[in-house]
């Protein structure tokens, strides 16, 4: 695989990354002397897998295969003390990870050094952190609990599940189903069928992933696309549209019309799927990594807009 443009940037958070639990009650319930001293007597002792560690991994095996370059780049993050930082630097070691890039913030905000690194997702298991970077602009998700059973290990395709509403596309149809109901939902999608979504916080996202697909050499292509939306009837010509609009090739669709999806994933598999509704995401945790997409605040806009008048006067 060839790779002539900047690479795929994800920041996932080392608890995403690693089973980091029991420290962190450590740190919750006794502070940070207690914390630091479990970590020293821990640190040449490898951490368990987290929930985005099989995604982490076959992301990584891309750049095994790419014959000019980095495909992706991915980075540890962590508010964590830096001195905590090194039973994970010794446990991505452990797990042969071949992670370049690491921030540990000691207490200080991981956003704002995110868009320092041109990231283009971040995997995080905070909600905030989650939040906040999606109001600066970039696709992130709040991950739950890794599923038992094996991990998917399928490396050589990466394999990933989105929603549509409120995820690659606006969450504009999502607020008038939700305030007028399905009716008035299907009327608006049926009317504005030939009009293309707006842009939801991961369409940046799949057209990055869109072009590392065509710059693929033969017919292996490094990601397959799924999305799984509860959308149907009337309501799923407008996403086909889009996407042609878009000019983006998805692998499958799913249109579910309400049907439950945590059946549909199991049988895709997943590496990932990204969902903006708990209903959707809590029970497809139980059988393949899944995580929480925040949507921006308006007001995220609108304060940053202040702050950007505030700052040219």
Not at 234 to 253: Q, S, Y
Request: glycine residues 6%.
């Amino acid at each position: 695989m060839a790779s002539h443009h900047a690479p795929l940037t994800v920041a996932v958070s080392a608890r995403s990354l690693f089973d980091l639990e029991k420290s962190h009650r450590v740190y919750k319930r006794k502070g940070l002397e207690a914390y630091l001293e479990h970590v020293r007597r821990h640190e040449d002792t490898p951490l368990e897998p987290g929930a985005a560690f099989p995604l982490v991994k076959a992301l990584l095996r891309l750049n095994d295969l790419s014959q000019d370059g980095t495909v992706v780049e991915v980075m540890a993050v962590s508010s964590i003390h830096p001195e905590a930082g090194l039973r994970i630097v010794n446990s991505m070691a452990a797990h042969g990870l071949a992670v370049r890039r690491a921030s540990f913030t000691g207490g200080a905000a991981i956003v704002p050094y995110l868009k320092g690194f041109d990231v283009d997702l971040l995997l995080t298991r905070s909600k905030d952190d989650a939040q906040q970077a999606v109001d600066a602009g970039m696709a992130a998700a709040m991950m739950y609990d890794r599923p038992g059973g094996e991990a998917h290990e399928d490396e050589d395709q990466i394999r990933i599940a989105f929603d549509g509403d409120a995820v690659i596309f606006t969450d504009e149809s999502e607020r008038i189903y939700k305030s007028q109901g399905i009716e008035a939902f299907l009327a608006h999608e049926t009317a504005k069928a030939q009009e293309p979504l707006a842009d939801g916080p991961f369409a940046k996202l799949l057209r990055t992933i869109q072009r590392l697909q065509r710059h693929a050499p033969g017919d292996r292509k490094p990601f397959r696309i799924a999305l799984v939306t509860a959308r149907g009837g009337n309501a799923r010509e407008r996403v086909l549209r889009t996407l042609r609009a878009w000019d983006i090739d998805i692998d499958e669709a799913h249109f579910l019309s309400g049907h439950r999806k945590a059946g549909i994933l199991e049988a895709f598999r997943p590496h990932i799927f990204f969902d903006d509704q708990d209903v959707h995401v809590k029970p497809a945790s139980k059988l393949v990594p899944s995580a929480l997409v925040p949507w921006r605040k308006p007001e995220a806009a609108e304060e940053s807009e202040k702050a950007a008048i505030a700052a040219a006067l």
